[in-house]
Nanobody, 125 residues
Framework: QTRVVESGGDLVHPGGSLTLSCKGS????????IGWFRQSPGKEREGVSC???????NYGDSVKGRFTISRDSAKNTIYLQMNSLEPEDTAVYFC???????????????????WGQGTQVTVSS
């Protein structure tokens, strides 16, 4: 089973930017759909973005136009570039991997095989 580890969470001011990383270990992520999710206290886990094996991307409505997901196969890492951050973006961010989806598909539902431990993003002045 693929193992993923998130990093890059931090405290940032509103309007700022941050890049999260999701690095695979034990196997390549090149043949897995990757999803980014977030969860804040008292709320359900929310799909933020995902990228399919073939590079198709999806974004949640609340982050469209602000967040960008990308894949660096050479580094076995998926990035989530977050711009124009808002206090409402404060959450623990998780990445997840699953090799079972088709070339062009990735779900924003939390139906992924492997999950990381999460990284905290706090947006506050």
């Amino acid at each position: 089973q693929t193992r993923v580890v998130e990093s890059g969470g931090d405290l940032v001011h509103p309007g700022g930017s941050l890049t999260l990383s999701c690095k695979g270990s034990g196997s390549t992520l090149s043949y897995s759909a990757i999803g980014w999710f977030r969860q804040s206290p008292g709320k359900e886990r929310e799909g933020v973005s995902c990228i399919s094996i073939g590079g198709n991307t999806n974004y949640g409505d609340s982050v469209k136009g602000r967040f960008t997901i990308s894949r660096d196969s050479a580094k076995n890492t998926i990035y989530l570039q977050m711009n124009s951050l808002e206090p409402e973006d404060t959450a623990v961010y998780f990445c997840a991997a699953d090799p079972g989806y088709s070339w062009s598909y990735c779900p924003l539902d939390p139906k992924y095989e492997s999950w990381g431990q999460g990284t905290q993003v706090t947006v506050s002045s």
